[in-house]
């Protein structure tokens, strides 16, 4: 059985793996030069590799305001069955909409993104 800290780890998880495919569907696009330079000039990526890039910003952002509601719940010893659900809401919401994002579905990947975000939102809600 998992647990919320646990499904923190796995999100981080995928997060390394969006940033892997990110770079993979960059490199075709502006070469490897231009990955290892310091990125002075800026260079929009089209396609599946600017999905990839706005998801992982996104994924990063979602991150930053997942954890802390984890990490509250878990210092105040106040994790639930409800908190649990609304982690794994937020995990398999994150993994669907990474992959609407990449596949270019518009209005399923908002759906996946507002089930996360209210998923996250209600975790603070728990914590107060």
């Known amino acids: 059985m998992y647990s919320e800290l ?5 999100y981080g998880l995928l997060l390394i793996v ?4 990110q770079v993979t569907l960059a490199l ?10 310091p ?3 800026e260079v929009k990526l089209t396609g599946t590799a600017g999905r990839s890039l706005r998801c992982l910003n996104n994924s990063v952002t979602a991150m930053a305001l997942f954890a802390p509601a984890i990490l509250i719940l878990q210092a105040q010893s106040t994790m639930t069955a409800t908190t649990l659900l609304m982690a794994q809401i937020f995990l398999v919401a994150r ?3 990474w992959i609407l994002y990449l596949v270019g579905i518009p209005w399923l990947r908002t759906a996946a993104w507002a ?7 209600y975790l603070y809600i728990l914590a107060l």
Do not use: E
């Open 115 to 121: 089930c996360g975000f209210l998923a996250t939102a």
């Open 28 to 37: 075709p696009q502006v070469g490897l030069a231009y990955l290892a330079s």
């Open 95 to 97: 993994l669907a909409y």
């Open 39 to 41: 990125r002075d000039t």
């Open 6 to 10: 646990s499904i923190l780890a796995l």
């Open 18 to 21: 969006i940033l892997i495919v």
